[in-house]
């Protein structure tokens, strides 16, 4: 490759959708450091970034799960049910030229597996890709083995180096 591939894993704040939205920014501009070619996963916290992507179970959900992973409603505070997805974090990936490994995947194959949860109420642990790379994606799988491990799915993904585009390497300035 003609640059650095660089991998960063992150853990963004549950607490707070702003202060996660910062810590992403923060997390996707410094996966460019070495030039255009990076990988960042973890547990983002927050709902995928696409409005088409399956809704959160809000049953399974803790309260302060909901407030912290929806939008904050004006007016008077409507029931669980029908409460908006804060699809803000992760649409910071998406601003910064990052493409989400499942989704990426899931629009190409219609696999809907892909898309399944990752923690008990939504797919809120995510790999993302710099958008050179996203030709090289395939095989992405969770991991739910051995029992016990983690209150989250691990997953994994495939990177084909051939099918990254070399097109456009920049340095970072």
């Not at 660089?6 to 501009?29: I, K, R, Y």
């Not at 255009?36 to 916290?45: E, I, K, Q």
């Not at 190409?108 to 958008?131: C, K, Y």
Request: proline share 10%; charged share 20%.
């Amino acid at each position: 490759m003609p640059a650095p591939l660089a991998f960063a894993s992150v853990h963004l704040t549950p607490f707070d959708a702003d202060a996660a939205l910062s810590e992403a920014n923060l997390v996707a501009t410094r996966g460019y450091k070495y030039g255009p070619f990076a990988v960042v996963c973890g547990d983002y916290n927050y709902p995928p970034a696409s409005s088409q992507h399956p809704a959160p179970d809000y049953a399974a959900m803790r309260p302060y799960n909901i407030a912290s992973r929806t939008l904050l409603p004006d007016g008077d505070l409507p029931p669980v049910v029908g409460t908006e997805p804060d699809r803000r974090v992760t649409r910071k990936m998406v601003h910064n030229g990052y493409v989400d490994v499942a989704w990426h995947l899931y629009q190409q194959t219609g696999d809907a597996g892909l898309l399944q949860p990752t923690g008990t109420d939504d797919r809120i642990d995510q790999a993302w890709v710099s958008t050179p790379l996203a030709p090289a994606v395939s095989g992405y799988r969770l991991l739910d083995s051995p029992d016990g491990a983690s209150d989250h799915c691990g997953l994994v993904f495939r990177l084909e180096t051939d099918a990254i585009s070399t097109d456009d390497v920049w340095t970072y300035r």
